[in-house]
């Protein structure tokens, strides 16, 4: 898979020039909340010393402006920081999800089919939302604390250079824990990553074949499997945890440390720099170290912007300009294609009205075949072309235009009947819905009628013919259908078969048979492909058997 930075895929979409305000605002207002800090540290200090000494000749007054100064000054940066930020989140989310909708269309037959079951829409939406999201949780975060840190320990160094040195030197040291913390936590979330993995795997596989488990009195045993997955899965959550706890204690430790540091070493240079000005510089510090102990929580969502960026990367790739689509292909073309289980090589092209047979004994390939010619299941480089150009090459939008593959089991929305059969004819009426499930033998099944999660509400049967209903609507040039009489009475099989060459004059029909089903056709094919260890190919009703280039 191709691989993207999160900050290249924000460039491309964010405007430059609210990224820059927002990581301007946001230092400006870390710097007044330092500034804030350390002025009211002073500012109390002096009061209490000037109180004690009975000093009236000294003004409070304008150390008491620049402290209510600061404040508000912070208060505002904040907000406008938050309006820049959200700004640039809603026009990063719009940007990104525009393009990456359109890399979509973009994606190869085989590469869509990976998305299916939600991957898609939790691409656009979550990953899109945690990248657009870098420049509010992360950049703009960690460049003011990133400059607010240098600012402050350079003013140490001004003052005392001994001082902004062992300060430096105590950063740096809180830094390279926040980054072992960090690595440590990250190994343990993949590690629960891949056993959550294996829990659903069990817990599914489970689900499944739960009646085969209690025939066999496995149950027990599936059930310690699980729970032991879920241990696993817990385990590596307790240490991801674990390691984030200590990392944080670390940083705590070493703020801590640091602050006392600058404490004993202005307090031993005293009466070189006042008590007021020490406890200044010990504020200044906790300031610093405030935003450094954010620092575990900013490498979070950098790493989690970087995973959301490697995931989006395919339809980034894929993304293309408006208007640039390839024009639709109209036929497909096997060219030395191996057939499965077999040395012969298949040669033959599919296009124009007519009707392709494949048949074959059960495991010969017939579905992969198909998969092949549709872009979804791998083939040797070449070997599949559609007009003239490899299917894998192609994006999936150009496929689709031409090839419209029902497989064995296709996949049905857990929705309306009609909602399915409008997915591939928004603009069809009931009229023409009901004229698609007439066709495939289903006119007593009402629209309205909910097909459940994958169309488990119907039976095996139904699901293939509203997949081949949904397909019908398409009108495409080239149709594929894999067994689409596969469980259905010999009346209904041959309604259907005799129906769809009618229904779709102007479309070329490859259909998958068993080898007893070939009887249900009352029209002869313009070719047969028998598929084993020979391949046999009829044309006009006389057959011959050849080994094709092999």
């Known amino acids: ?76 940066l904040r907000y406008l920081e938050r309006l820049a930020n959200h700004r640039t989140l809603l026009a990063t989310q719009v940007a990104l999800r525009a393009r990456l909708a359109r890399g979509a269309a973009g994606l190869t037959p085989r590469q869509l089919r990976g998305q299916r079951d939600g991957t898609l829409l939790t691409l656009l939406t979550a990953d899109v939302e945690t990248v657009a999201g870098l420049p509010a949780n992360a950049v703009a975060p960690l460049v003011a604390a990133v400059m607010t840190a240098c600012l402050v320990d350079a003013l140490l160094l001004w003052a005392m250079p001994v001082l902004g040195i062992a300060e430096l030197i105590v950063w740096a040291v809180g830094l390279a824990c926040a980054r072992h913390a960090h690595h440590r936590a990250r190994t343990h979330l993949a590690d629960a ?35 032991s997955a879920m241990a696993a ?60 102990e954010r620092l575990p929580g900013l490498m979070q969502h950098l790493a989690q912007a970087r995973d959301a960026a490697g995931r989006l ?27 499965i289980g077999s040395p012969a090589e298949l040669t033959m092209t599919v296009g124009g009205p007519g009707l392709v047979l494949v048949t074959g ?15 979804r299941v791998p083939a040797p480089a070449g070997t599949v072309l559609l007009d003239g150009t490899s299917v894998h090459e192609l994006p999936a939008s150009a496929v689709a235009e031409t090839v419209t593959l029902v497989e064995a089991d296709d996949w049905l929305a857990d929705d309306t009947v009609a909602a399915n059969l409008l997915q591939a ?86 259909i998958a048979l068993q080898e007893q089903d070939l009887d249900l056709l009352d029209d002869t094919p313009t070719t047969v492909v028998r598929l084993g260890r020979t391949a046999e190919r009829q044309h006009n009703g006389k057959r011959t058997a050849e080994h094709v280039r092999g």
């Open 1 to 76: 898979m191709n691989r993207i930075s999160a900050w290249r895929l924000l460039r491309t979409a964010a405007p430059r020039r609210a990224l820059l305000t927002g990581m301007l605002f946001a230092t400006a207002a870390e710097l007044s909340g330092a500034a804030l800090l350390g002025v009211s540290g002073w500012f109390l200090t002096t009061c209490a010393v000037v109180t004690l000494q009975a000093n009236t000749t000294w003004s409070w007054m304008y150390p008491s402006g620049a402290v209510r100064a600061l404040a508000l000054t912070r208060t505002g």
């Open 193 to 227: 990553a891949d056993a959550g993995a294996a829990l659903r795997t069990v817990l599914l596989g489970s689900r499944a074949a739960f009646n085969e488990l209690r025939c066999l009195d496995a149950l027990p045993q599936a059930q310690r499997t699980a729970t």
């Open 233 to 292: 899965v817990e385990s590596a959550e307790w240490a991801a945890a674990r390691a984030e706890r200590h990392g944080r204690l670390a940083l705590r430790l070493l703020a801590a440390l640091g602050q006392a540091a600058v404490l004993v070493i202005a307090l031993r240079a005293a009466p070189a720099q006042p008590i007021a000005v020490v406890v200044g510089e010990v504020l200044l510090v906790a300031a610093g170290w405030e935003l450094l």
């Open 313 to 339: 990367a395919p339809l980034a790739a894929a993304a293309h300009p408006a208007g640039q689509r390839r024009e639709a292909v109209r036929s497909v073309k096997t060219d030395g294609l191996p057939l």
């Open 361 to 375: 004994p059960n495991g010969s390939g017939k579905s992969t075949l198909l998969g092949q010619l549709a872009g």
């Open 425 to 510: 004819a928004p603009s069809a009426d009931t009229t023409a819905l009901r004229d698609a499930l007439e066709l495939v033998g289903l006119s007593a099944l009402p629209l309205a009628t909910a097909v459940g999660p994958g169309g488990r509400l119907l039976s095996q049967g139904q699901r293939r013919r509203l997949a081949t209903a949904r397909a019908v609507l398409r009108r495409p040039p080239i149709l594929l259908l894999d067994e689409p009489v596969a469980g259905l009475d010999r009346p209904t099989a041959e309604a259907l078969l005799a129906a769809l060459p009618e229904a779709l004059p102007e479309t070329a029909l490859v």
